[in-house]
DNA sequence: CTCTTTCATCGTTATTCGACGATAAACGAT
DNA sequence: ATCGTTTATCGTCGAATAACGATGAAAGAG
């Protein structure tokens, strides 16, 4: 285990908790075409390095390099230096963990308040 | 010489796909968090009106009305108008979309790949 | 009609992002 | 030690974002 994984406060109305950012931050890390082009090419392949990435997009190597680690930072892809060379892998739970926090998010409630809530708030 | 292309044949996605503009717009959309916070206000409550998330965020209304209109633009929020003021509803499909592409994308490919795969291509 | 409420839009400013080229660092090979 | 290869980082520039206050439009109340 990694953390204790603190109680989630159940309260449908909460005002606060550390998940906004945590969302926010790995949907910020895909919210850019290319990025999600990077993270989709190393699904496919499993790892590579950085030269391989570049060849499969119209960008600079810098600008990969920018975005790679941009996603590093969010911990979606995790670089393992090898000599001269990055060799990059996606991090499947980190994908897996976002996937679950928008599920979680969009099952929360009660789908019976989407038409009628609008009256009550006087 | 290097690798020209590595195999993606057996995914939609060898080049171009449209999932990843849609992936990312609706990550671009969630990635900061007022709007993650928003959605989850609209998430617990069904839908409301935007001076009640006004109330319930930090931010003037102006900023609070940007914020909506970029997660309306992004199929998030669906906003119907009911005299002087606006009903927001979550659109919960669109949330479940979101998670079942980031989903898709971590379960694609074989996680075997993940750890051993950089070492061949010398 | 006038007034109030509610929200969207406009104009502004400061910050961040995305992209690039150029440069430097790390390593293997010669 | 010197190359060649591969990446990361720096500096820069234009565009987009986020935030705000002020203004304006739509609908109901008086």
Redesign the interface.
Known sequence: MKEPMPPLPPG??A?E?P???E??A????????A???I???L???????C??IV??LPLAQSTVSQHLKVLKEAGLVRG?L?GPRT?Y??D?ER??R???L??G??????????????DE?T
């Open positions: 449908p109305a005002g908790s998940e906004h950012a969302l926010a790995l949907c910020k890390a895909l919210g850019h075409p990025r999600v082009r993270v989709e090419h699904a496919g392949v499993g790892c590579c390095m030269g391989c060849e499969n393992t090898e060799c892998c996606l499947r994908l897996a976002l996937a679950a928008a599920a998010l969009a099952e929360r409630g009660d789908p019976d308040l989407d038409l009628g809530s609008c708030g």
